[in-house]
T-cell receptor, first 113, second 112 residues
Framework: DAGVTQSPTHLIKTRGQQVTLRCSPKSGHDTVSWYQQALGQGPQFIFQYYEEEERQRGNFPDRFSGHQYPNYSSELNVNALLLGDSALYLC????????????FGQGTRLTVV | EDQVTQSPEALRLQEGESSSLNCSYTVSGLRGLFWYRQDPGKGPEFLFTLYSAGEEKEKERLKATLTKKESFLHITAPKPEDSATYLCAVQAGNNAGNMLTFGGGTRLMVKP
């Protein structure tokens, strides 16, 4: 079992650019959640996808958007990058229907310069 | 609004020196409380889920307990490889989904 996989592992972008992060959930899981973790802080919930729709959203602006595909994989898109978007972005999968423990991927380290 | 506070922020122990980490929470109808371990630059690794007050779970040198207001992660005779950040998170019962609200974590350093 490959677990939750994220790509890329590291990314450097310039302020104002757009970025797409990808996540493949653990086998048997159908729900994907995204979290942002700033250095030295706990993860903060961005949003959750189930059945290809956004089911729940945290306190993040519309610059943050996502997508879930029929195979349950997911993308996180961030537009108009700000320096403050620099963080570790974590994908977590759970299932069935999201009501089990969440397992996390290794994360994508995004640096905005 | 759900809130989770972890203490202490950092803890230094000698190898073999047992201690406890605290997680205090305020949530509307607790569905579950979760403990994770996170190594630097990596994603959180699942440790335990606790669902109701009085519940306890153990794994090797770790034991998690739950009351109506807080949870403790007890570490017995820690080893240097137990050094990591330990995160606590809650899941509220009134959520349409299953979002987790995390505390800030406790950074544990165990010296040989």
């Amino acid at each position: 079992d490959a677990g939750v996989t994220q790509s890329p592992t590291h990314l450097i972008k310039t302020r104002g650019q757009q970025v797409t992060l990808r996540c493949s959930p653990k086998s048997g899981h159908d729900t994907v959640s995204w979290y942002q973790q700033a250095l030295g802080q706990g993860p903060q919930f961005i949003f959750q996808y189930y059945e290809e729709e956004e089911r729940q959203r945290g306190n993040f602006p519309d610059r943050f958007s996502g997508h879930q595909y029929p195979n349950y994989s997911s993308e996180l898109n961030v537009n108009a990058l700000l320096l403050g978007d620099s963080a570790l972005y974590l994908c977590a999968s759970s299932g069935p229907q999201g009501y089990t423990e969440a397992f996390f991927g290794q994360g994508t380290r995004l640096t905005v310069v | 609004e759900d809130q989770v506070t972890q203490s202490p922020e950092a803890l230094r122990l000698q190898e073999g020196e047992s201690s406890s980490l605290n997680c205090s929470y305020t949530v509307s109808g607790l569905r579950g409380l979760f403990w994770y371990r996170q190594d630097p630059g990596k994603g959180p690794e699942f440790l335990f889920t606790l669902y109701s007050a009085g519940e306890e779970k153990e794994k090797e040198r770790l034991k998690a307990t739950l009351t109506k207001k807080e949870s403790f992660l007890h570490i017995t005779a820690p080893k240097p490889e137990d050094s990591a950040t330990y995160l606590c998170a809650v899941q509220a019962g009134n959520n349409a989904g299953n979002m987790l609200t995390f505390g800030g974590g406790t950074r544990l350093m165990v010296k040989p």
